[in-house]
């Protein structure tokens, strides 16, 4: 049954948005921050003679214009027409395919700003003659995009690619009673130590922010104004797993963070460098079995918290 002119058609009927097929004009020996593949295609009887992509581009991006200028002189004219301005690309396109494949075109973009957190941006196809005629769609960058993978705040940012954090168990038969020591002050030197209680976990973009409440200071260098009872954020990509409980307190050290948070305090970027550990309640302690490893965690935070790499 045939779409009346006069009747609205549905976005998944009037264009379909997908990544698929594409045509790309190579660029030799230039590498970008992101490449963008847009694919259009009219799915309804009315083609129209001209549609326009609105698109709106991730924080801190530009378009490669030159790039943008060959889809449009190369012999296949990809695009009829393009405009960039203040964060936006237009794409002008001919009268579209109404086939299974859709008519897609790739270009490159450059991050010229550090953008922390990147922030979903959305793409709107138009018929350029009737424009109450449109689809849209939401996108992100792609999750392992080094774009996502940088803390930023103002003009320092700090890259979060490294290797996934690991838990370290207090009662695995690896653990003896100098590998926290070891790790302090041999392996990583770390900045800080702290005995934190996890409060929560918000998810924002591709990190993980766990709030926590500082219950120990045993060692600290940047984070001079951190007290007893101050929270503080420490973070970790969404793509790394880590089970770590809210309500449940933790031995953490590690490097300082280069970054601060929404309240001008130090944040911390969890990573391989750092240590995470479950301290263990009270109960689970009292285990015959598990006593000397609870032991030999608890003296080495009372010793540390005193004597830090000089033990």
């Given at each position: 049954?045939?779409?009346?002119?006069?009747?609205?058609?549905?976005?998944?009927?009037?264009?379909?948005?997908?990544?698929?097929?594409?045509?790309?004009?190579?660029?030799?020996?230039?590498?970008?921050?992101?490449?963008?593949?847009?694919?259009?295609?009219?799915?309804?009887?009315?083609?129209?003679?001209?549609?326009?992509?609105?698109?709106?581009?991730?924080?801190?991006?530009?378009?490669?214009?030159?790039?943008?200028?060959?889809?449009?002189?190369?012999?296949?004219?990809?695009?009829?027409?393009?405009?960039?301005?203040?964060?936006?690309?237009?794409?002008?396109?001919?009268?579209?395919?109404?086939?299974?494949?859709?008519?897609?075109?790739?270009?490159?973009?450059?991050?010229?700003?550090?953008?922390?957190?990147?922030?979903?941006?959305?793409?709107?196809?138009?018929?350029?003659?009737?424009?109450?005629?449109?689809?849209?769609?939401?996108?992100?960058?792609?999750?392992?995009?080094?774009?996502?993978?940088?803390?930023?705040?103002?003009?320092?940012?700090?890259?979060?690619?490294?290797?996934?954090?690991?838990?370290?168990?207090?009662?695995?038969?690896?653990?003896?009673?100098?590998?926290?020591?070891?790790?302090?002050?041999?392996?990583?030197?770390?900045?800080?130590?702290?005995?934190?209680?996890?409060?929560?976990?918000?998810?924002?973009?591709?990190?993980?922010?766990?709030?926590?409440?500082?219950?120990?200071?045993?060692?600290?260098?940047?984070?001079?104004?951190?007290?007893?009872?101050?929270?503080?954020?420490f973070l970790k990509r969404s793509s790394c797993e880590l089970k770590v409980e809210a309500g449940k307190e933790y031995l953490l050290m590690g490097k300082d963070g280069q970054t601060i948070?929404?309240?001008?305090?130090?944040?911390?970027?969890?990573?391989?460098?750092?240590?995470?550990?479950?301290?263990?309640?009270?109960?689970?302690c009292k285990a015959t079995t598990r006593r000397k490893a609870c032991a030999d965690l608890r003296d080495f935070m009372n010793v540390y918290e005193i004597n830090k790499?000089?033990?």
């Open positions: 049954m045939e779409t009346r002119r006069d009747e609205p058609m549905s976005q998944i009927e009037w264009f379909d948005i997908r990544n698929r097929r594409k045509r790309e004009v190579p660029v030799p020996g230039k590498t970008e921050s992101l490449r963008y593949k847009v694919c259009v295609r009219s799915a309804g009887p009315n083609i129209p003679k001209m549609s326009l992509v609105d698109l709106s581009l991730l924080s801190g991006l530009e378009p490669d214009t030159d790039e943008l200028e060959q889809l449009v002189k190369s012999a296949d004219k990809y695009i009829d027409h393009f405009e960039y301005k203040e964060g936006k690309v237009l794409l002008y396109f001919g009268e579209l395919s109404n086939g299974s494949e859709p008519d897609c075109v790739s270009f490159g973009a450059k991050q010229i700003n550090p953008m922390g957190l990147v922030q979903p941006a959305n793409a709107i196809i138009y018929d350029f003659y009737n424009p109450g005629r449109k689809c849209s769609v939401f996108y992100n960058a792609p999750k392992q995009s080094a774009m996502l993978s940088k803390l930023c705040h103002a003009e320092v940012c700090q890259c979060a690619e490294g290797p996934c954090p690991q838990r370290r168990m207090t009662f695995n038969k690896a653990m003896a009673a100098d590998t926290r020591e070891s790790f302090a002050c041999y392996h990583s030197i770390v900045d800080y130590a702290y005995h934190v209680k996890i409060l929560g976990m918000t998810q924002k973009n591709a990190f993980d922010y766990y709030q926590t409440e500082i219950q120990r200071i045993l060692n600290v260098a940047g984070d001079e104004t951190i007290q007893i009872g101050d929270l503080r954020q948070d929404c309240n001008n305090k130090m944040q911390y970027f969890l990573d391989s460098r750092t240590w995470i550990e479950e301290i263990p309640d009270g109960n689970t790499c000089s033990i």
